[in-house]
């Protein structure tokens, strides 16, 4: 198997979720005591987030450079970002590294296009839902997506920093967000996009009456198939059973 680096702790919470999703991954196709070669550079999220409040990207790209160098000096095959939001500097991170990272808007784009997706709600942090980075990349494969309205937006921004990258959920939240599903749903989209790797702590991909697309589950996957796929490009072993029927 290929070692994987991830760079995670943005938040902590949705590391996990990767890294549940990718050994029970490798298990289900190996079997036995099988389990994923991963190397994890965690981080502290509190001077991350200020950072980000604080609109100083160059910092934020240096100190996931530093890390990416560092995964790739320590041996690893390739790199993903365990978290949307930081895809804004995913071009000014792949070109500080000679080994692959894996793109989370092109795996979620990937994945609309098989399910015949044309048409699809984003939701996320304010930067992935308010900024070119993210809407583009997905846009380029010929995916239209759409945006709640502002106050939408900001509710849903709140969430995610005040409550989710701190571990919190509440019944409250999973019912505004319910809500919110349902009046994309009123306004005519075809699907969801969970553009942020925490939402998934409030939305049950498979409980809902529109389409969702988790971007968390769908990155993890991509990086099982990645880690399995040997080095002469053969296809990978039988992952194809969706995580969901494996995590419990």
């Known amino acids: 198997m290929r070692k ?35 190397l994890i550079e965690s981080f502290d999220f509190e001077p991350l987030a200020a950072m980000q409040a604080a609109d100083d990207w160059d910092g934020i790209a ?8 560092r995964l790739e000096d320590a041996g690893v095959d390739g790199l993903i970002l365990c ?10 991170i792949a070109v500080e590294v000679e080994i692959p990272i894996l793109h989370v808007a092109d795996e979620t784009a990937a994945a609309m296009q098989a399910a015949g997706v044309d048409r699809a709600a984003l939701l996320g ?4 839902m308010t900024e070119d980075f993210y809407v583009e990349r997905i846009e380029r494969h010929g995916i239209r ?16 920093f005040d409550e989710l990258t701190r571990g919190e959920v509440t019944i409250q939240s999973k019912r505004a967000l319910r ?12 699907a969801v996009v969970l553009g942020c790797t925490e939402l998934v702590m409030l939305v049950d991909p498979h409980a ?31 992952s194809t ?7 419990g």
């Open 179 to 190: 809500t919110l599903i349902a009046k994309l749903d009123k306004a005519g989209a075809e």
């Open 4 to 38: 994987l680096g991830m760079m995670g702790g943005m938040s902590w919470a949705s590391t996990a979720i990767y890294y549940n999703h990718i050994n029970r991954g490798v298990r289900r196709a190996l079997g036995g005591r099988h389990s994923a070669p991963l």
């Open 145 to 160: 997506l759409g945006v709640p309205d502002r106050e939408d937006m900001a509710e849903v921004d709140r969430i995610i």
């Open 241 to 247: 059973r969706p995580l969901a029927e494996t995590v």
């Open 208 to 238: 809902n009456l529109l389409p969702i697309f988790d971007t968390t589950e769908i990155h993890a996957e991509a990086a099982l198939r990645w880690i399995l796929e040997d080095a002469q490009g053969q296809k990978p072993l039988d």
């Open 83 to 92: 978290t949307n939001t930081m895809h804004k500097l995913y071009d000014r």
């Open 62 to 69: 240096a100190v996931l450079t530093e890390s990416a160098r």
């Open 125 to 128: 942090t304010r930067f992935t």
